[in-house]
T-cell receptor, first 116, second 115 residues
Framework: EPEVTQTPSHQVTQMGQEVILRCVPI?????FYWYRQILGQKVEFLVS????????KSEIFDDQFSVERPDGSNFTLKIRSTKLEDSAMYFC??????????????FGEGSRLTVL | AQKVTQAQTEISVVEKEDVTLDCVYE???????LFWYKQPPSGELVFLIR??????QNEISGRYSWNFQKSTSSFNFTITASQVVDSAVYFC????????????FGKGTTLSVSS
């Protein structure tokens, strides 16, 4: 069964460092997403991406964040200068579109980011 | 704007008890999808069910059942004869019928099932 894969599963970084989280969405999906979950809190939407551009973003997704699809398979989230409050689990998701679209997002297993 | 409310923050039950997790949603769209996800201690998000706004038929899957009522904007989830393995955080989520839009999550309900 196709799945969304994320790397790394856990990353520890120093405050101020740049971090790139990687995701490989399901191959025939066209919409890609990043969500964030601070420990013990709800899952929050960050950004959605379609046709090589951001289609929607939340207030959380400020200038410190950027997304990119550098090739035909990867979808990345970059945090330019990490802050302590960026420590969270980051989930990537993808969804299909077109005939038979069911609205479902398929989530990866998450990348846990710890900022020290 | 869309909103999902899970009023129950934590629920504790003893094995074999039935438990219902409440979910109330808000949207102005007439076509939308509702979801339940399970997040076990390992952290991943496990899809449980999707229901679209035109299908109010309740669904049963093994020990799980879902009650969708548009009149009260609720999509409640019942676990019958709970088991320790059901211990997890359960999230209700809402998405409108437009590709690329965000899936909006509730704050989650932590279910603890003791033996």
């Amino acid at each position: 069964e196709p799945e969304v894969t994320q790397t790394p599963s856990h990353q520890v970084t120093q405050m101020g460092q740049e971090v790139i989280l990687r995701c490989v969405p399901i191959s025939n999906h066209l919409y890609f997403y990043w969500y964030r979950q601070i420990l013990g809190q709800k899952v929050e939407f960050l950004v959605s991406f379609y046709n090589n551009e951001i289609s929607e973003k939340s207030e959380i997704f400020d200038d410190q964040f950027s997304v990119e699809r550098p090739d035909g398979s990867n979808f990345t989230l970059k945090i330019r200068s990490t802050k302590l409050e960026d420590s969270a689990m980051y989930f990537c998701a993808s969804s299909a579109t077109g005939t038979g679209w069911t609205g479902e997002l398929f989530f990866g297993e998450g990348s846990r980011l710890t900022v020290l | 704007a869309q909103k999902v409310t899970q009023a129950q923050t934590e629920i504790s039950v003893v094995e074999k008890e039935d438990v219902t997790l409440d979910c109330v949603y808000e949207t102005r769209d007439t076509t939308y999808y509702l979801f339940w996800y399970k997040q076990p201690p390992s952290g991943e998000l496990v899809f449980l069910i999707r229901r679209n706004s035109f299908d109010e038929q309740n669904e049963i899957s093994g020990r799980y059942s879902w009650n969708f009522q548009k009149s009260t904007s609720s999509f409640n989830f019942t676990i019958t004869a709970s088991q320790v393995v059901d211990s997890a955080v359960y999230f209700c989520a809402l998405r409108v019928h437009q590709a690329g839009t965000a899936l909006i999550f509730g704050k989650g309900t932590t279910l603890s099932v003791s033996s």
